[in-house]
């Protein structure tokens, strides 16, 4: 982990670099809709069954949309620590007025604020734990299962590190045969594009912990439940 200051908070309340996430927000949520509309596949409910479902580090709301747009019945908590990408999110989320709210959270004091009720039905996140210290995302694990209702899920969907070399070479391998720019992009960023980069890989870390640090807050039917090179899916339910 690098040692300069962590600026992650900077990062996601500044409107530029917000700007600049959203105008790749949309292609990105095509491609990567496979893991968020298997997140909604994975919850018990009914087709047409009432529940909340509270979406951490929600962002602009593409793990949300894909749970409401499954289950018309149900209704989503946003939670999110950047105005801005609220902002931006409440025109993404225009199709779904009246089945979502926006709660302002730091995900990394343990705070909870007031409008995210004691027992919710689900807990999801997409693309934000690996923003959090180790000990963060240990401590948010236990939160979350004790909010969630007994036999609740919580599902999470966010890279990994490689646990071993070998693996971090496979993995660059692909991406770089997908996407042949990449090997000259990543040895010719730009400041700005370190930065970012940066604070992205910052807190990544291989997946095998993660597991633990679930089953260790006392989750069960703990699973990867979809994984691609670095991007998984995992989680687990609450004993009910
Ligand atoms: C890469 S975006 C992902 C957004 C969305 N979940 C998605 O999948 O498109 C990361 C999100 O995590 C939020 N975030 C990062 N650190 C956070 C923290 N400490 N507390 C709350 N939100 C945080 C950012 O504001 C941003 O909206």
Not at 182 to 207: C, F, G, M, S
Request: net charge negative; hydrophobic share 40%; proline share 8%.
């Amino acid at each position: 982990m690098s040692d300069a200051p962590d600026t992650n908070a900077e990062f996601w309340k500044s409107a530029e670099q917000v700007a600049h996430w959203v105008t790749g927000a949309q292609e990105r949520e095509r491609q990567y809709a496979r893991p968020r509309i298997l997140m909604a596949e994975l919850l018990p409910f009914g087709p047409d069954e009432p529940f909340t479902v509270l979406d951490l580090g929600a962002g602009t709301g593409a793990a949300a949309r894909a749970v409401l747009s499954h289950f018309p019945a149900a209704r989503a908590i946003l939670a999110d620590f950047s105005p801005q990408m609220m902002e931006h999110g409440n025109q993404a989320m225009a199709a779904y007025a009246g089945r979502y709210s926006y709660v302002e959270f730091d995900l990394a004091s343990g705070q909870w604020p007031d409008a995210i009720p004691a027992a919710v039905d689900a807990v999801i996140s997409s693309m934000c734990v690996h923003h959090l210290t180790d000990d963060r995302k240990r401590q948010l694990f236990a939160e979350i299962l004790g909010r969630l209702i007994p036999g609740g899920w919580y599902l999470n969907y966010d890279p990994v590190a490689a646990p071993d070399p070998g693996v971090d070479d496979a993995w660059l391998r692909v991406a770089e045969r997908r996407d042949p720019e990449l090997a000259h992009q990543r040895t010719h960023r730009t400041p700005e594009q370190q930065a970012r980069y940066d604070n992205h890989v910052r807190y990544i870390i291989p997946l095998a912990p993660q597991i633990e640090f679930l089953r260790a807050a006392g989750f069960e039917a703990v699973d990867v439940y979809w994984k691609e090179l670095e991007d998984v899916v995992y989680g687990g339910r609450r004993p009910a």
